[in-house]
């Protein structure tokens, strides 16, 4: 790893570690926005981590970012600000800071120009943190061509908020646009015809990444210390294979998403993308049952701090396309190039 | 904190023509190679064609050229293995003899082991086979009895072996024998030899395992005199001699490539627009590019002279898992009957299926492994 991303990993987690406790998470539930936390965030730079002036960045340094949100669970539209900053630098329009969404639109949204103006009709689905940001970046297709657009909701006319939660009690909002101009807009190409989702789902497998190590470092402390049968459970062998299939699934989603990080804004990013979300999902799926079952009684309460972790596996592994979405994906791909190209196609590079 | 992460590892750019070469050389050998065939992976036995693999110098890549080596790096290994059995080669007379055997006599053996024994594995002409396993001893491997003892012409040795892969085409076992018992310490008193199975008061019997083929065997030592220099490293160093050697037995890419016909087969038959067969394939598109990535992580951790034991149990973990789920998708989403003749996909399903329950056993059993990684997590 290079000394720049010690650095960033370094700094973030100590931030995280210092600020958020399960006082902070449980304001965060009861519906506060937490300014402050924000304010600290932005100061470090973090939101701005893959568009920083003169650093030169990549998605491998943001992971470690994307990384401690996960690892941390914290409670802002962080994960967010750092695709949606890039996705603006990448189109070429305005960075302002503040917290940032994304959105993708689905086939039933219009995108239309008028004049020198974009204008949105339709709904924006279970927007992360709706409620709570400065601007949303959207993604779609105008005249053929993929767009990225900016929306502010506090100036843009004519949109409707329904609000919603995920799982983890994290704002979901459904956006009702009625003709809603954006603020600014590019075309973009070389991104691919669904950057939005492609690279919001990557920040995503990253945070899961985080959230899977967390557990896995929870319940390997819990079966140390908590004692049955006059020894710790963690020395009976059922309880030491769970943990070590934890371990495995761990291992393997981060390997998958480095590999996404690693051909981010590369013409086979999307393939990569597709394996990291699909293999963190199911890595999630076994971290989150066998954290679970090692913790017994005491992790499915509120006051234990495991659920903070494993609610939001529950919601992430869903969110900006589900494992079957992306499976589906590479597996037509995959298809389509046929059997005698698969292992030339997993090795190209 | 846990820490079972693997640094990525890029492959450097003289591995390309390597794998275009391997992959050009491949393309015509095995041109008349059956799918069947090539789902007999890594097991599939072929004296001419490790002949010709040594004439190439595919064989002993990475060994000093003074012993019939070629000097090249671990990389450049890793992508002739991987490509070979991505290929479905029959490379089961040198496989053992290439990954394990040759490193050991390198790092441990005598010098004329290393000057007369290795340049023939190199050239693709000794093959071995591994005298590890007992019928007492599966993978509690300490508790081994087999006997040596000393004797005025060298070494005397009584015993069984058992699930000894190969042993009836192999020249040479590498053997683990007691030497001396310690009540205190059952790891102390093991000792490594290499035995020429040619030598009178060996007989070898294979045993036919469930798909009907004779793949392993038990190996009967009796009275088996063996000269004195064929004691490998130092008596009583067996254990972490052995434990070396499985660290090379259990890292590569064979541990998560012994489907993969099977995997292009299902390619091959799944139809367009099918949606539960994008998903699946998908899915195990997505778990084979992750362990390769794993996988060759860990070949970068050894090229770098770094100790994968944990990780290498990770990947073999999750990678023989994966070889056995490919069977079990492979007749959710197809109507096929394993078997059934005249369809490359039932044929090999049959194969695969059938071979696939011994993924998790051989070369250290799931349990096992799964044994060192909660140890590697700070489990004991």
Known sequence: MSEARLLIADSVNRLFADTIDRALLERFESGEWLASLWSQVEESGFDQVLCLEGAATNWLDAQSVLRAIGYNRVPLPLAESIVGNWLLARAGLRIEGGP?????????????????????????????????????VVGG?????????????????????????????????????????????????????????TYGALARAATMGGAIESVLDQAVQYANDRVQFGRPIGKFQAVQHLLAELGSESAAATAAITGGCESAGSAHARMDVAAAKVRAGEAAKHAARIAHQVHGAIGFTYEHTLHFATRRLWSWRNELGNDAYWARELGAAVISSGGERFWADMTAR | MVNLSIPPCELPPECDALRVEVREFLAAALADHTPRERARSWMGFDADFSRKLGARGWIGLTWPKQYGGHERSFLERYVVMEELLAAGAPVAAHWIADRQSGPLLLRFGTEAMRTTVVPRIARGEAFFCIGMSEPDSGSDLASVRSRAERVPEGWRLNGRKIW?????????????????????????????????????????????????????????????????????????????????????????????????????????????????????IGKLAAEAKTLRRMSLGVAGMLDRGEHPGVVA?????????????????????????????????????????????????RGGTREVLRGIIARGLGLR
Not at chain 2, 202 to 207: C, E, G, N, S, T
Not at chain 2, 328 to 342: H, N, R, V, W
């Open chain 2, 164 to 280: 000894t892969s190969k042993a009836h085409r192999a020249h040479f076992m590498i053997a683990l024998f007691r030497t001396s018992r310690d009540e205190a310490n059952r790891h102390a008193g093991l000792t490594q030899f290499l035995v020429d199975l040619s030598t009178p008061g060996i007989l070898i019997r294979p045993i036919r395992d469930l798909t009907g083929a004779e793949n392993f065997n038990e190996v009967l030592f009796e009275n088996v005199i063996l000269p004195a220099d064929s004691l490998i490293g130092k008596e009583g160093d067996g254990w972490s001699q052995v434990t070396t050697e499985l660290a090379f037995e259990r890292s590569g890419p064979e541990r998560y490539l012994s489907s993969i016909e099977l995997l292009i087969q299902m390619i091959r038959a799944a139809t367009p627009g099918n949606d539960r067969q994008a998903v699946a």
């Open chain 1, 100 to 136: 940032i969404s994304i959105a993708q639109c689905d086939d039933a949204m219009t995108l239309t120009r008028q004049g020198d103006r974009l204008i949105l009709n339709g709904r924006l689905v279970r927007v992360p943190w709706g409620r709570h940001v400065k601007r949303i």
């Open chain 1, 141 to 197: 297709t105008c005249e053929g061509k993929t767009v990225i657009g900016i929306i502010n909701p506090s100036t843009a006319n004519a949109m409707r908020f329904e609000h919603d939660v995920n799982v983890a009690a994290e704002p979901r909002d459904t956006i009702v646009c009625e003709r809603t101009a954006c603020d600014a807009f590019a075309f973009v190409s070389e991104m691919g015809s669904d950057p939005v989702r």
């Open chain 2, 313 to 361: 149990a990770v990947v073999k973990d999750l990678g023989t898992t994966f070889e056995q789920r490919i069977p079990e998708i492979a007749t959710e989403i197809f109507d096929m009957e394993p078997g059934s003749a005249g369809s490359n996909l039932a044929e090999v399903a049959a194969q695969t299926l059938q071979s696939s329950v011994s993924f998790s056993l």
